[in-house]
Nanobody, 127 residues
Framework: VQLQASGGGLVQPGESLRLSCQAS????????VAWFRRAPGKEREAISC??????????FYADSVKGRFTLSRDNAKNTAFLQMRSLKPEDTGVYYC???????????????????WGQGTLVTVSS
């Protein structure tokens, strides 16, 4: 069971990036998926989460990224994505993808809810 996060890099403010989270060893579409961010000097925080294991899609977006970031899945590729637009310097950090087979809606944005974690990919937004 493995999650491989990729797609980070150095971009200027206002630009876009798409992060990928490739799963192996399990079917990612059957799991709740989340992206967390650890910004420099800050605690890890949930950025975006999705749970559609019951046939209904439940999403979470941090207030700081609403309207700019979009989480999606491609089940055929066993991959989740985080499309990030209009990036700001405060979006800088290490981004981690995570997955869990079951999660209560109230715990969707809680990092301890997730069983599997990718290794992190660094996003730096700077001019």
């Amino acid at each position: 069971v493995q999650l491989q996060a990729s797609g980070g890099g150095l971009v200027q403010p206002g630009e876009s990036l798409r992060l990928s989270c490739q799963a192996s060893g399990f079917t990612l579409g059957d799991y709740a998926v989340a992206w967390f961010r650890r910004a420099p000097g800050k605690e890890r925080e949930a950025i975006s989460c999705i749970d559609d294991s019951d046939g209904y899609s439940q999403y979470f977006y941090a207030d700081s990224v609403k309207g700019r970031f979009t989480l999606s899945r491609d089940n055929a590729k066993n991959t989740a994505f985080l499309q990030m637009r209009s990036l700001k310097p405060e979006d800088t950090g290490v981004y981690y993808c995570a997955a869990t087979p079951r999660v209560a809606l109230s715990a969707l944005a809680v990092d301890s809810s997730y069983d599997y974690w990718g290794q992190g990919t660094l996003v730096t937004v700077s001019s």
